[in-house]
């Protein structure tokens, strides 16, 4: 148990649902981040938030649309996707202690676009 | 270019056998971390490694950090089935986090 929840661990959802991924965290971070995580493939950073601020945006196509409501939850709502899009999404909140940031990283969520 | 080098990429061995995974850059570091990942799950950090030869041990794993700061070891003693899992490294002096690719090691029973 790291601190950083999220739900659902599992979804299945067709080319024209719209659903979302919720994660929370209740370790005090002040920063959250999203990560794709595909099959024999490097973590992919998504989106990162600094006290409930966007600042970066790795390229990331339209149809994923996070959202920080406050430091503790974050969302990532999802909306005409592709079956390329399937894959382990992970949430982790962050804190730094003299110049070293450690992450926390949520159980993630393992989606399948059909 | 990767930052961070991780080798080997797959590894699979018997259970009781030692092992070493390194991870390579030919940048300096003021820190590198490890995390363990195992199937289905989110990363875990292991360690933290800050200074120039530094060795660190979590029971059957050592952690070195290089004289120069630009790589790091982890070796495992007596490897077991629960050591299954992804082990990356990553740059933890920036943010978000530079990670490298991982190595997958399989420990079969």
């Known amino acids: 148990e790291t601190g950083v929840t999220q739900t659902p661990r599992h979804l299945v959802m067709g080319m024209t649902n719209k659903k979302s991924l919720k994660c929370e965290q209740h370790?005090?971070?002040?920063?959250m981040y999203w990560y794709k995580q595909s099959a024999k493939k490097p973590l992919e950073l998504m989106f990162v938030?600094?006290?409930?601020?966007?600042?970066e945006n790795n390229s990331v196509p339209s149809r994923f649309s996070p959202e920080c409501p406050n430091s503790s939850h974050l969302f990532l709502h999802l909306h005409t996707l592709q079956p390329e899009d399937s894959a382990l999404y992970l949430c982790?909140?962050?804190?730094?202690?003299?110049?070293?940031?450690?992450?926390?990283f949520g159980p993630g969520t393992r989606l399948t676009v059909t | 270019t990767q930052l961070l080098e991780q080798s080997p990429q797959f590894l699979s061995i018997q259970e009781g056998e030692n092992l070493t995974v390194y991870c390579n850059s030919s940048?300096?570091?003021?820190?590198l971390q490890w995390y363990r990942q195992e199937p289905g799950e989110g990363p875990v950090l292991l360690v933290t490694v800050v200074t120039g030869g530094e060795v660190k041990k979590l029971k059957r794993l050592t952690f070195q950090f290089g004289d120069a700061r630009k790589d790091s070891s982890l070796h495992i003693t007596a490897a077991q089935p629960g050591d299954t899992g992804l082990y990356l490294c990553a740059y933890a002096g920036n943010t978000p986090l530079v990670f490298g690719k991982g190595t997958r090691l399989s420990v079969i029973a």
């Open positions: 938030y600094n006290f409930k601020e966007q600042t």
């Open positions: 940048s300096v570091f003021s820190s």
């Open positions: 370790l005090g971070h002040n920063a």
């Open positions: 982790a909140s962050r804190t730094e202690l003299a110049g070293v940031h450690e992450q926390y």
